[in-house]
């Protein structure tokens, strides 16, 4: 039994206090909340986020006794931005959680990862599995083999996306990355405060079975067509509070979206690096995938993208919430509520 069993608390909610740690390789901002000898749960964000989306859910899980980090991922906030495409190889941010994980003492983590930080997650359980004690991938299902557009287009669903009109599926925008990557950057970076409220809006229930705008992104000639700037959007403070949406803002500000950007070129070195992984890349741990029931990138109830993970997680626990892709801001507390759930279940008996 751990030494702080999670339960409901009432208490006021924990500060997230910022810390850096820094190596003769990277540098790492985190937020941290919770007893410093509390268990230990590690919060990994996506794109284009920083650790600042997890506020919520650490501040529950910090008030029930947990020591909660949330790093602004390499590319990311604080964190050091290396301007070479290949330094955001998965193998390089899976180093830096390493050392992360160490700075912190080294104890077995419970891993938290949304977006791209699910691909992050389960690769440092996969080749570091004396590091966690188990493993939480929101929206995007574990792919042993690496999350790299090759492994990806054999699970589209294609009586949605048929191949001759949809090559790529709803993944189209990865490709589109790789071959019009400094025309992304440029539109991406010509009204950052209006790019990020066009990406972070809730899901939508009648989107479910229909095409992702994500498809038609090559179509379109851009995320936002032959304006290469999208229109004056509003934040949605529902899913962003608004000081830390304008601390999302400022961040990339300083960024911009090239280091983000960049995760999405090395495909060919994460698949070489997941095929040196122990095991086959199986994740023994116990293992709680959260789906989204509007996600139109990674909805694992459609298609076959979720058969990577059933194959390669023999306990795994599997949910849903009715959200899109930006779940742990759309479902806040029931996100936490289902991690705790299963924290109890699997980790605390």
């Not at 190596?23 to 937020?31: G, I, P």
């Not at 104890?107 to 004396?130: N, Q, T």
Request: hydrophobic residues 40%; aromatic residues 10%; proline residues 9%.
């Amino acid at each position: 039994m751990t030494k702080h069993p999670p339960g409901r608390n009432p208490r006021p909610a924990p500060t997230l206090a910022a810390r850096t740690m820094a190596t003769l390789r990277h540098t790492t901002r985190y937020l941290e909340a919770g007893p410093s000898d509390g268990p230990l749960m590690i919060f990994l964000h996506g794109w284009p986020e920083m650790g600042l989306v997890w506020r919520v859910q650490m501040e529950v899980f910090a008030a029930e006794g947990w020591r909660c980090i949330a790093p602004d991922m390499r590319g990311y906030g604080g964190s050091s931005a290396p301007a070479a495409s290949e330094a955001y190889a998965l193998s390089e941010i899976v180093q830096d959680m390493v050392e992360l994980h160490n700075h912190l003492g080294a104890r077995p983590a419970v891993w938290v990862g949304h977006d791209l930080g699910s691909p992050v997650a389960g690769a440092l359980a996969a080749h570091h599995p004396e590091l966690s004690r188990g493993v939480v991938l929101v929206s995007v299902p574990y792919f042993p083999d690496g999350f790299a557009l090759a492994n990806l287009l054999p699970l589209v669903d294609r009586k949605l996306y048929p191949t001759d009109e949809y090559p790529d599926g709803q993944w189209d925008y990865c490709r589109f990355y790789v071959t019009h990557f400094d025309q992304t950057v440029s539109d991406f970076d010509a009204d950052i405060p209006a790019t990020l409220a066009a990406i972070y809006r809730s899901g939508n229930s009648a989107s479910k079975g229909q095409v992702y705008r994500s498809a038609l992104v090559t179509k379109n000639g851009g995320w936002f067509g032959s304006a290469h700037r999208t229109p004056a959007v509003a934040p949605d403070p529902a899913l962003w509070p608004p000081a830390d949406f304008d601390a999302l803002v400022a961040a990339f500000r300083t960024t911009g979206f090239r280091p983000g950007n960049a995760w999405y070129l090395n495909d060919a070195a994460n698949i070489d690096y997941a095929q040196t992984a122990p095991d086959g890349g199986r994740l023994r741990q116990p293992v709680l995938f959260v789906n989204g029931d509007f996600d139109g990138l990674c909805d694992i109830s459609r298609g076959r993208i979720g058969e990577p993970m059933r194959q390669a997680c023999p306990n795994l626990s599997a949910t849903h919430q009715p959200a899109g892709h930006w779940l742990p801001l759309e479902r806040k507390l029931e996100l936490a509520e289902t991690i705790r759930s299963w924290a109890k279940a699997n980790l605390l008996s």
